[in-house]
């Protein structure tokens, strides 16, 4: 079946710090591939995604690129604001059923 | 105002009790999904539909029933609540042929 692992946090970084979250996945077939975002006290939203193979999605500073060779898509910003400080989730969507299947999320932490 | 919205936000209940969650959206989207969110696991899928006659179960649906009660209303039970159902529910849609899910801003319920 579908996973996705993200790597352990939390993660606390200092303003204008370079982030790099990882995400590997294991699928069939070619999924697509997303980051949501949630803010305290709020609902996910989508922050990025890709479709294909070497696919870059972007938003908000925000990088990840969609590697087939390594199954990752690591979520990377150059320099994070501490109104960056968030959960994120990566994600591997399938298809043919609009079904999606979450990384346990990490905390993201950023201090002024 | 919200695409997807959630209804109670907050809610606390005592073991045993039978408790209904609703969720609707104004996106105009077959389906509908039903998560739970616990720290450090993630979002787990609970159930599913596809429209009003087509309803899945997800990887942890026992426990759980649901309700498609129009194209834009999707409800949550739990029958007799327990403890460990404690968690934060998230209901999401998303149209037919994307992986791109909109979340409502989540419920919070508390089984005592």
């Known amino acids: 079946g579908n996973s996705v692992t993200q790597m352990e946090g939390p993660v606390t970084l200092s303003e204008e710090a370079f982030l790099t979250i990882n995400c590997t996945y294991t699928?069939?077939?070619?999924?697509?591939l997303f980051w949501y975002v949630q803010y305290p006290g709020e609902g996910l939203q989508l922050l990025l995604k890709?479709?294909?193979?070497?696919d870059k999605g972007s938003n908000k500073g925000f990088e990840a690129t969609y590697r087939k060779e390594t199954t990752s898509f690591h979520l990377e910003k150059g320099s994070v604001q501490v109104s960056d400080s968030a959960v994120y989730f990566c994600?591997?969507?399938?298809?043919?059923?609009?079904?999606?299947?979450f990384g346990k999320g990490i905390t993201l932490s950023v201090r002024p | 105002d919200a695409d997807v919205t959630q209804t109670p936000r907050n809610r606390i209940t005592k073991t045993g009790k039978r408790i209904m969650l609703e969720c609707s959206q104004t996106?105009?989207?077959?389906?509908m999904y039903w998560y739970r969110q616990d720290p450090g696991l993630g979002l787990r899928l609970i159930y599913y539909s596809f429209d009003v006659k087509d309803i899945n179960k997800g990887e942890i649906s026992d426990g759980y029933s649901v309700s498609r009660q129009a194209q834009a209303k999707f409800s949550l039970s739990l029958e007799s609540a327990i403890p460990n159902q404690t968690a934060l529910y998230f209901c999401a849609t998303t149209g037919v042929g994307s992986n791109e899910q909109f979340f409502g801003p989540g419920t919070r319920l508390t089984v005592l």
């Open positions: 994600a591997l969507g399938d298809g043919a059923n609009s079904k999606l299947t």
């Open positions: 890709a479709t294909k193979a070497d």
């Open positions: 699928a069939t077939g070619y999924p697509s």
């Open positions: 996106k105009g989207h077959d389906r």
